[in-house]
């Protein structure tokens, strides 16, 4: 092959990821537009974060180029990678993964934000290692509403003492609730579990806590999420395409 059919046929298959991408795009926001619309909210109100865990960091390159700002990770090492291979962009980060102690500070130091707080010593170790010169790392407290024994995240019932404690840490600027429920196909069960985690957030509101943020919705789910009160959603496949790992 000429090197110059190699050219073309590189050329197309590139073009071909590109459009893919920048329609999925498309199309998760007409889905979240419709969402808001159809429960008389502004779509302005539900900002869509692209979750790029397992794609290369070329992928997330197609999706800034048509547009997409904010990207979520889930594991440390992988999202350090992404972010120093992207960093020529200005993109934000947001770390929605299960966090150990001993992995908080890459996230203290390169992300924006942080969906997956689940117990004060993590808040604590991230507030300690956020280095003086970022503003101030963006957090949500992970809730688990659906009851799984296997899923991350602090009980109903611990929410509130969680987010006090974590609205008085110095480098933390708390800004709501994330929740991942148990997945369903059926649209009411949806609902009820991100009623749930709405409920609580106008509660914790409610009681004085400055709350502004209710992480919830994926692929599957982000039209009940929005339906329910979600002001980000965080979509993978539905961007990228179906994970291998
Ligand atoms: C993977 C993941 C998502 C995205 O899930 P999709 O079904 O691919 O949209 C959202 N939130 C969290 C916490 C995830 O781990």
Request: net charge neutral; glycine share 6%.
């Amino acid at each position: 092959m000429s090197s110059g059919r190699v050219y073309t046929a590189l050329g197309a298959e590139f073009q071909r990821i590109m459009s893919d991408i920048a329609t999925n795009l498309q199309v998760v926001r007409e889905r979240v537009a419709a969402a808001a619309r159809a429960v008389g909210r502004d779509p302005a109100e539900v900002e869509i974060l692209a979750v790029s865990k397992t794609w290369p960091a070329s992928r997330l390159r197609e999706a800034a180029a048509a547009g997409q700002r904010a990207f979520g990770e889930n594991y440390v090492q992988e999202a350090e990678e992404k972010i120093a291979a992207l960093a020529d962009l200005g993109l934000e980060w947001h770390f929605i993964g299960p966090l150990q102690a001993n992995k908080t500070r890459g996230v203290a130091e390169r992300c924006a934000w942080v969906h997956s707080v689940d117990r004060l010593r993590i808040a604590q170790r991230l507030s300690a290692q956020r280095p003086p010169t970022l503003p101030p790392l963006q957090v949500c407290v992970q809730v688990n509403v659906s009851g799984e024994a296997s899923k991350s995240g602090c009980s109903p019932a611990e929410a509130e003492r969680l987010c006090t404690l974590v609205a008085a840490l110095p480098a933390l600027h708390l800004r709501g609730l994330m929740a991942i429920p148990e997945p369903t196909d059926n649209a009411v069960r949806q609902r009820e579990q991100f009623a749930e985690l709405r409920r609580l957030f106008t509660a914790l509101r409610a009681g004085g806590l400055p709350l502004d943020t209710l992480s919830m919705g994926m692929s599957q789910d982000l039209e009940a999420a929005v339906a329910e009160g979600a002001t980000l959603v965080r979509i993978g496949t539905a961007i990228f395409g179906e994970r291998n790992r």
